[in-house]
Structures are given as structure tokens and as C-alpha cells.
């Protein structure tokens, strides 16, 4: 199994930022989507963002754009997230998933998960 762990989370203000990790159990990430995906109490886990396999290509969510940049670097085996201008309703668990293939915004695509980073965003 592909091994992904997250980290980077924790308690910020209003408007401040984070970046997140995700270290991944692999010689190369060629060919790996991957995705961000976060998950509030009580609320459905929800896609934040997709990087392609070469990083030629972002997706984000309504909510994450203008305000959340994904990235990657192949050759550390790291996905990022890169989140300013924070706002309380971001507080969530975040998750990292790989999928071999395309992006997608549905969680049944992906193929591997990291165990998740709170974010707390509160004053």
C-alpha cells in the first residue's frame, strides 16, 4: 500500500496561513494524482484541491480559490497545500489521497489516504 502522511496543520487566527505536507511512500510520484480533501464535524469530506501527475494541471474548490495554491515536488515525494487568508469555516481535518490516473473530486477515486492534520482556525 502507498503510505501518505499529512502534517503542517494546526491553531491559527483568522486570515493567517498554513501549509500543509504530504509525504508519500515512493521512489516517484510520475504518474500519481493527488488530492486534498478536508472534513468538518458532522459534514461529508469534501475535496479542496487536485494536482495533476506532473503538475501541469490544479483543480480547486469554490471555497479554496484565490486563497489555496497546491503543489508538488516529485523528487522529495511531497504534495502541498498552501493555505492563506484563513477563515473559521476551514476548520477541518485535512487529507491528502493518491490516485493513479486523473484528478477527480470524488473520494471513491482515490486509491490512498493519509491519516489527516486538524486545522483550526479560530481566534
Known amino acids: 500500500q502507498l503510505q501518505l502522511v499529512e502534517s503542517g496543520g494546526g491553531l491559527v487566527q483568522p486570515g493567517g496561513s498554513l501549509r500543509l505536507s504530504c509525504v508519500v511512500s515512493?521512489?516517484?510520484?510520475?504518474?500519481?494524482?493527488f488530492g486534498w480533501f478536508r472534513q468538518a464535524p458532522g459534514k461529508e469530506r469534501e475535496a479542496v484541491s487536485c494536482?495533476?501527475?506532473?503538475?501541469?494541471?490544479?483543480d480547486y474548490a469554490d471555497s479554496a480559490k484565490g486563497r489555496f495554491s497546491i503543489s508538488r515536488d516529485n523528487a522529495k515525494n511531497t504534495v502541498y497545500l498552501q493555505m492563506n487568508s484563513l477563515k473559521p469555516e476551514d476548520t477541518a481535518v485535512y487529507y491528502c489521497a493518491a490516485v493513479w490516473g486523473m484528478c477527480n473530486n470524488r473520494r471513491d477515486f482515490y486509491d490512498y489516504w493519509g491519516q489527516g492534520t486538524q486545522v483550526t482556525v479560530s481566534s
Open positions: 494536482i495533476s501527475h506532473r503538475g501541469g494541471s490544479t
Open positions: 515512493k521512489s516517484t510520484l510520475d504518474y500519481y494524482a
